[in-house]
């Protein structure tokens, strides 16, 4: 079982703020999310993923891409010919 304090802390982890108010709802949203998978993890005849069962609507058709320059005209930031975003760690 997830508590407030979990919650708190994966927030810290993934840099998400969470106010007080909203901690009781997320961890009733994990606990719920994680009963869930626990129902799944008990059916039986589970049929195995394989790659082909995610290709079946089309064949891949190789396209041309955008051009740099339309690309980095959309851009809010650029430096030295790529998009630039600001630092995650």
Known sequence: ??????VQHIAEL???GV?????????????????YFDILDRVEGKCPVTR????ILREDEIEPSLPQEEVL?????????F???????
């Open 1 to 6: 079982m997830v508590t407030e304090k979990d």
């Open 14 to 16: 993934a840099d998400v």
């Open 19 to 35: 106010s007080s108010g909203e901690l009781g709802t997320f961890t009733h949203q994990f606990n719920a999310i994680i009963e």
């Open 52 to 55: 082909d069962l995610f290709n």
């Open 73 to 81: 005209r959309n851009a809010p930031a650029k430096e030295d010919g």
């Open 83 to 89: 998009i630039k975003a600001p630092r995650v760690m």
